[in-house]
């Protein structure tokens, strides 16, 4: 088994004992990414819509960085604060995938890292 830290500065650095992802065996399995800009290390928090593009953002950067893309994503698991804004976040996530779907899981929680609104985690696979 052959395994491989991703890190990318594109995308926010952990905040703790984790990797941004971790490539094994040509399957990458990628932390929760919450809307932090990397570049300016501000959290975007104002709107959700906002703070889930940003958060896709996130995860591109972390895909681009293991030589893959949304395309190759399988799995993905979304963490919402508040489940009333289901409608805003699957719209925004339906403009990275068009078809061929991952499976996915959305679940309300009670708190996210930061307070923030939305996490989402990822595998994807080449």
Same mark, same amino acid.
């Given at each position: 088994m052959?395994?491989?830290?991703?890190l990318?500065?594109?995308?926010?650095?952990p905040?703790?004992?984790?990797?941004?992802?971790?490539?094994v065996?040509?399957?990458?399995?990628?932390s929760?990414?919450?809307?932090?800009?990397?570049e300016?290390?501000?959290?975007?928090i104002?709107?959700i819509g906002a703070?889930?593009?940003?958060?896709?953002k996130n995860?591109g950067y972390?895909?681009?960085?293991?030589?893959?893309n949304?395309?190759d994503? /399988?799995?993905t698991?979304?963490?919402l604060? !508040?489940m @009333?804004d289901f409608?805003?976040?699957? *719209?925004?996530?339906?403009?990275?995938?068009t078809?061929d779907?991952p499976?996915r899981?959305t /679940?309300?929680v009670a708190?996210l890292?930061k !307070?923030? @609104?939305?996490e989402?985690?990822?595998? *994807?696979?080449?």
């Open positions: 052959e395994k491989k830290v991703i990318t500065k594109k995308a926010p650095a905040i703790g004992p984790y990797s941004q992802a971790v490539l065996d040509g399957t990458l399995y990628c929760g990414q919450i809307a932090i800009n990397a300016t290390g501000e959290q975007v104002s709107d703070e889930m593009t940003q958060v896709m995860i972390v895909l681009e960085e293991a030589g893959m949304y395309g994503i /399988v799995k698991g979304i963490f604060k !508040d @009333n409608k805003k976040i699957n *719209a925004i996530y339906a403009t990275y995938f078809s779907f499976a899981e /679940v309300e708190r890292p !307070d923030a @609104n939305v989402i985690s990822v595998t *994807a696979r080449k």
